[in-house]
């Protein structure tokens, strides 16, 4: 009795405060916004209930979904007086394309028209009208007094809290409690999870649809007839929203069968629901970069050429938009230059940049935010194989090893295809947080030395680049060529590395 007039009590509350900081008839707002609320709370603890999981998973469950969407309402309030002069930022939005969506889901919610013209590709702000479809419905039907962009905040920061319990759910299948405790906290608290979670943008949904699909897949090795649903509600949200990540998550799933496998043996009726996803997916994908243009070419040859193009025109806007970039350009051969961004990428956003370099305060602590999340994971994912190599055998080893191979994969393609910007990686890059944090859970239960060592790589990193930054901003100090700094950084990491090899031989030895 005392949760469901807490529950209650709590919706009414909430839903008011949110009600009375956006526009439109306060009392509608306040009564859609309570029942979401409730009905939000209580599909929480009756997931809870489904995980069968301790006290703690609730408790992280509802930390996730608050966290996301009190930012999100913080960031609405704040971003029009301590963002930048643009259009996005003074109406209340942390990003363009979810200001251009949201402007034309609203536009669409008070047309005439069907909601599902959001797939007509006249609404060019969303390739493939999932999401431009789901928000026009949301603000036709529950907010069609004023446009209200906390509402698809809301549905957001929901969908992606419950990726966690999909998550625990798979990595306590397959693992144990504590990598799935450590893998639900790491992609609960993860600051660019957090963040996604707080935007109108197709990533918070991204998120938990590849969290649904692990648990999906990791119930269907044991359970086929209990495992699909998931399996076929995740990839069709995923085609809906990005089938880019249906095909990717597909690929995963299709490697985790693979190296899983018993004997040389392969479920045929997996494989004919493999291709069937990989070709809607590939169609899909190619429908939505085609654009106006006539399909005049093979699916694969628009995807291949859409990619070369796109990765081209991200070099090309990261080197317009900074001078020391065009000078370090000038001075590598071509061919490096691909190499440059994909590592100057991964680092983003740069941690000591963050602390430095000129920008609103509102912005700084968001950039340190994030970074510090970043900079906090990447050690683990470093170190991950290590681990792996050192604790498992046969196809333990084989899964996390691909798990590992397939998050770094997506990361070096996220900086390849986000052109170095401090936004658009960590963006790309957090679609997988739930692979990522699974791997770096992994790596976290099984610590040891290794972990340590690649803590002290990145500190030099991070003391190199302080140091260059502060020159760089500051005239303080003298400033090595950044060639030389770079060299710097690798043969100090070589010999950490080397020192701790050497070191555990040597104790070997003595045993």
Do not use: C
């Not at 699909?213 to 998931?230: E, F, H």
């Not at 249906?246 to 693979?258: C, D, H, K, S």
């Amino acid at each position: 009795m005392k949760f469901h007039l807490l529950v209650i009590s709590s919706s009414l509350l909430l839903g008011a405060g949110l009600s009375a900081i956006q526009p439109g008839d306060f009392l509608l707002g306040w009564l859609v916004f309570s029942f979401l609320f409730l009905l939000s709370f209580y599909v929480l603890r009756f997931t809870f209930f489904w995980t069968k999981a301790n006290s703690s998973l609730a408790t992280l469950l509802a930390i996730a979904f608050l966290l996301r969407l009190a930012l999100g309402a913080t960031l609405y309030l704040a971003l029009p007086t301590g963002g930048y002069e643009n259009v996005q930022n003074q109406g209340g939005y942390i990003f363009y394309d979810s200001f251009r969506r949201d402007a034309q889901a609203w536009e669409l919610a008070q047309s005439d028209q069907p909601i599902l013209s959001a797939f007509n590709k006249n609404f060019y702000s969303d390739q493939y009208g999932g999401l431009l479809a789901f928000s026009a419905a949301a603000y036709r039907f529950l907010s069609p007094d004023a446009h209200r962009p906390l509402l698809p905040v809301f549905f957001g920061a929901l969908t992606s809290a419950l990726g966690v319990a999909f998550l625990w759910k798979a990595a306590a299948r397959q693992w144990d409690a504590k990598i799935a405790f450590a893998a639900a906290w790491i992609y609960a608290l993860y600051p660019e999870s957090i963040l996604m979670g707080s935007s109108q943008m197709r990533e918070p949904f991204l998120m938990a649809f590849v969290a649904i699909a692990l648990w999906g897949w990791a119930d269907y090795q044991s359970a086929p007839r209990r495992g699909w649903p998931w399996l076929a509600l995740s990839f069709a949200g995923m085609l809906l929203v990005s089938p880019v990540v249906a095909l990717l998550t597909l690929v995963i799933l299709a490697g985790w069968m693979w190296v899983t496998r018993e004997h040389g043996r392969v479920s045929w009726i997996a494989l004919i629901i493999i291709g069937i996803v990989f070709l809607a997916g590939l169609y899909l994908l190619a429908w939505g970069l085609e654009r106006d243009q006539p399909f005049g070419s093979s699916p694969l040859g628009i995807i291949m050429n859409w990619s070369r193009d796109a990765i081209k025109w991200d070099v090309h806007q990261l080197e317009r938009g900074s001078g020391w970039i065009q000078k370090l350009f000038r001075e590598m051969p071509e061919w490096l230059r691909p190499l440059f961004v994909m590592v100057y990428g991964i680092t983003q956003p740069v941690l000591p940049a963050t602390f430095i370099e000129p920008t609103t305060p509102l912005f700084r602590a968001l950039y340190i935010f994030r970074s510090v999340g970043w900079y906090a994971l990447i050690p683990l994912l470093f170190y991950a194989p290590f681990a792996i190599l050192r604790r498992e055998t046969g196809s333990a080893r084989r899964l996390l090893l691909w798990l590992t191979a397939a998050a770094w994969t997506w990361i070096i393609v996220a900086a390849l295809r986000g052109g170095a910007d401090s936004w658009d990686n960590p963006r790309y890059r957090v679609i997988l947080i739930a692979v990522e944090a699974i791997v770096a859970a992994y790596a976290w239960v099984g610590r040891d030395r290794w972990l340590v060592r690649w803590g002290l790589v990145e500190g030099v990193f991070i003391l190199v680049f302080t140091q260059w930054y502060v020159s760089r901003y500051f005239k303080v100090g003298g400033q090595l060529p950044f060639g030389i700094m770079i060299l710097l950084i690798v043969i100090i990491a070589a010999l950490i590395m080397g020192i701790g090899w050497w070191w555990d031989r040597k104790r070997v030895r003595r045993t």
